[in-house]
């Protein structure tokens, strides 16, 4: 693990942002720092434990749990030949970015459940220097690109906490549940899952100022994920959930009512893995 600091633009669905990001470590895991550059200010702390959204302007900030998670995927043995079922993987050209020599890999699905990759990887540093989501067709639908990345020491945890913010800022604090409740039946089910998806995370979270709770959960490949919200608030739901399809640079959701229950699943896969996901999940009696 190593300490650096760089600045990356963002595209996705016809707009740009250009973030700031520092990164370093302590014992307890990795902890970093997102600062944008162009529109609307904010900041994204996030560490082992909370993730804090922040809005200068306003001097408001967000505190939701973090979950475990590394700034490009470290796979086991084990991961990589279940994601060979699913992606090819190629080396490609070098190239030059952030006026360093990267190595380009090519990430191809090997069938339409899911998008591919392209990334670029510091030769020296092994840093992910460019990261581009591609469709089935070799178009890309987000872009990250860094346009300066610098390996630094000493690097203080200091900036990375709240304290750092200041004593005006107004904090309120999300009651996410991370753990599970053993003791709790849900009162839906998966049936079939699209291939190499499997459920990695389940949660309740509230979802309304009612306080009322819903299910999250997180299905994965290994690389792809798919966030599925199932909510028994129907009356609260009818207001604002999803009906149908939407699409929004990468990122397609579906959304149904199954039985007393509105589903609707949200990921940067084709629609078509979307709608297998809700189409997958069934109700209970």
Same mark, same amino acid.
Request: proline residues 4%; glycine residues 6%; charged residues 25%.
């Given at each position: ?88 993987? +190629? ?9 360093? !020599?990267?190595?380009?890999? $090519?990430?191809?699905?090997?069938? #339409? *459940? ?104 997180? +299905? ?9 919200? !199932?909510?028994?608030?129907? $009356?609260?739901?009818?207001?604002? #959930? *999803? ?43």
């Amino acid at each position: 693990t190593t300490d650096y600091e760089g600045t990356f633009v963002y595209f996705h669905d016809g707009e740009m942002e250009m973030m700031n990001l520092s990164h370093t470590y302590d014992e307890q895991g990795e902890i970093e720092r997102l600062v944008s550059l162009n529109g609307v200010p904010r900041e994204i702390i996030r560490d082992y434990t909370n993730v804090i959204c922040v809005w200068p302007d306003s001097k408001s900030a967000v505190v939701s749990r973090s979950r475990k998670r590394t700034p490009f995927p470290v796979f086991s043995s084990e991961t990589l030949k279940k994601l060979d079922d699913f992606y090819e993987f +190629l080396t490609a050209k070098k190239d030059r970015i952030a006026n360093r !020599v990267a190595q380009q890999i $090519e990430v191809k699905p090997k069938d #339409a *459940l899911r998008y591919g990759y392209n990334i670029w990887v510091d030769e020296t540093s092994y840093l992910l220097l460019r990261s581009d989501l591609v469709n089935v067709k070799g178009k890309a639908l987000e872009q990250v690109i860094f346009t300066r990345m610098e390996q630094v020491e000493g690097l203080q945890i200091e900036q990375f906490t709240q304290e750092a913010l200041g004593s005006d800022y107004r904090w309120v604090y999300s009651e996410e549940e991370a753990a599970k409740d053993s003791s709790r039946q849900p009162d839906w089910k998966f049936a079939t899952l699209p291939a190499g998806f499997e459920l990695i995370s389940m949660q309740l979270k509230p979802m309304y100022k009612e306080a009322e709770m819903v299910d999250h959960l997180i +299905l994965s490949d290994g690389l792809a994920t798919v966030s599925v919200y !199932v909510d028994p608030n129907l $009356e609260l739901a009818k207001q604002s #959930a *999803l009906q149908g399809e939407s699409t929004m640079g990468a990122v397609n959701a579906y959304g149904m009512v199954k039985g007393h229950l509105q589903v609707t699943a949200v990921g940067e896969v084709p629609m078509a893995t979307i709608k297998h996901v809700v189409n997958a999940l069934k109700v209970k009696g």
